[in-house]
């Protein structure tokens, strides 16, 4: 599939572009750094986000477990700066079958959605340690952008909305990483364009299924609802920003 076809649902989902003025700022080399250590911890943040959905809403306390496990030495590295970043690509393995609680509504196919998608994030992650690496950057601490936490502050309190709303809000987040992967690739060294380009595929494939559960799940049409968060997404990103991150505004 050529990468305009992949991308063309992107840019009908998504309200507004990335800013040209955000693009110059990211391919600065003195914004290489954060812009490679943001998208580490957005890769993290995003396997983390999905094990919160399964744990939940969808899988006992013992499959929890599991994935807490699973989990656990990525996020040791980052919080912990504990262990050598080589070893993790060992330990992206779930060795325990997902099994649904038997009183969940959600089920197997968020299940099997969300799995795959922390295996791919956290391959991801890795991916991105290795490219720091290989140019010399140091993970450091970074403060998190306004961009997730101004959408999330609108989530609905009763169920099952709210997590509707968390699956859309996922959506538009996949939808707009892969639209700036796209954006940066053509400005980037080839190394850092080639990885660009190889994440589209999954990240459209994430905002996919991230909606594709939010319509499976709600007891309404979430059209909507997505304009809504859709509206609240394209704010975030064409306003001003002045804390320069992968998902932030415009630069000030």
């Known amino acids: 599939m050529p990468y305009s076809a992949l991308l063309a649902p992107i840019h009908s989902f998504l309200k507004c572009g990335t800013p040209d003025e955000w693009i110059a700022a990211a391919i600065k080399q003195e914004n290489l750094d954060v812009v490679l250590i943001d998208h580490l911890i957005c890769e993290l943040k995003a396997a983390q986000s999905a094990m919160f959905l399964i744990r939940k809403y969808a899988v006992d306390k013992e499959s929890g477990d599991a994935l807490l496990a699973w989990l656990k030495p990525f996020e040791t590295l980052i919080y912990k700066r504990e262990g050598d970043w080589r070893e993790l690509a060992d330990k992206n393995k779930l060795t325990k079958s997902m099994i649904p609680k038997s009183n969940s509504p959600y089920g197997q196919d968020l299940i099997d959605k969300m799995v795959m998608l922390i295996k791919e994030e956290l391959h991801h992650f890795y991916q991105v340690l290795e490219i720091m690496d290989e140019y010399g950057i140091e993970y450091k601490s970074i403060t998190p952008c306004r961009y997730a936490k101004g959408m ?101």
């Open 152 to 252: 999330l502050r609108h989530v609905k309190t009763y169920e099952p909305d709210a997590l509707v709303d968390k699956l859309i809000i996922g959506a538009y987040i996949e939808a707009r990483s892969c639209e700036r992967f796209a954006k940066l690739a053509p400005h980037v060294d080839k190394r850092l364009g080639d990885f660009y380009i190889s994440l589209l595929r999954s990240e459209a494939r994430h905002y996919q299924d991230y909606l594709t559960l939010a319509q499976e799940i709600s007891e309404f049409d979430i059209t909507e609802r997505v304009e809504f968060f859709g509206q609240i997404e394209a704010e975030l990103i064409a306003t001003p920003d002045d804390d320069f991150k992968f998902h932030s505004g415009l630069p000030v």
